[in-house]
């Protein structure tokens, strides 16, 4: 594929087929994405790969807890601690979860959100269909495999950068290769199931999953959120 090629077809799969993927291709990916640039060059980050039963216990564990995080929608927050402690779903992720967006983030979040519960035929109201679709992160939308990238606290917001470099060189790579991949900050609200199965040393954190596979035909594939125009992306001269 040309380049141009690669970065125009590289978006979010959120429905992935059975078939598998390789060791060699896996460890291709990585050697590529190994070569993006780091901060000093300290490649601050470490990066677990969970394949066939790991995979499928990680599956399991992170759906466990969704579906018990959802119980405590809508009730009051001393009610959600008290209960989310008792049911073992309190995010006990490294980073904390974003609550409130600023207003103008939140505006396309909102705008992406609706673009694919539209395509999915999913009214903004109804709650228990949002769920169950929010509830495929946790299945890991059925990829073979699923990567979790955990960066160095040391280097605060800088190992953060660099993650986000490794990240999209590990999404063009998997692209040139057919290969898709969907990045999840969702698997982040939790780090407890991971540390059952990785030994993550205690310096690093978790900060984004990534789901890896050859897309599905489902319609989901289909959605494209779409871009801001140039004109409000660039910062104005003053005049
Ligand atoms: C750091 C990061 C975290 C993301 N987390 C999620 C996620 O948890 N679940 C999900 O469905 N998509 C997730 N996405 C995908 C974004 O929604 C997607 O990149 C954005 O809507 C643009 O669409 P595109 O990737 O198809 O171009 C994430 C993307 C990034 C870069």
Known sequence: ????????????????????????????????????????????YRIAVARGAVRDRLALAYSQKFERATRLQ?????????????LGCLPDGDFKPVLNYPPELHERRVATGHGLYRLLGIERRDMAARNQQMARNYAFFGAPVVMFVCVHEGLGAYSVLDAGILLQSLMLAAKDQGLDSCAQGALAMWRSPLDKEFEI???YKLICGLSLGYASDAVINQFD?????LQEFLIPAKS
């Open 1 to 44: 594929m040309q380049f141009s090629e690669v970065l125009r077809d590289r978006h979010s799969v959120r429905d992935f087929s059975a078939q598998a993927v390789s060791d060699e291709q896996i460890e291709s990916l990585l050697s590529q994405a190994l070569r993006s640039p780091s901060w000093s060059n300290t490649q601050p």
């Open 74 to 86: 809508g009730r009051p927050r001393w009610q959600q601690l008290l209960m989310g402690a008792a």
């Open 201 to 203: 040393p205690s310096a």
């Open 225 to 229: 959120p779409g871009r801001r125009p």
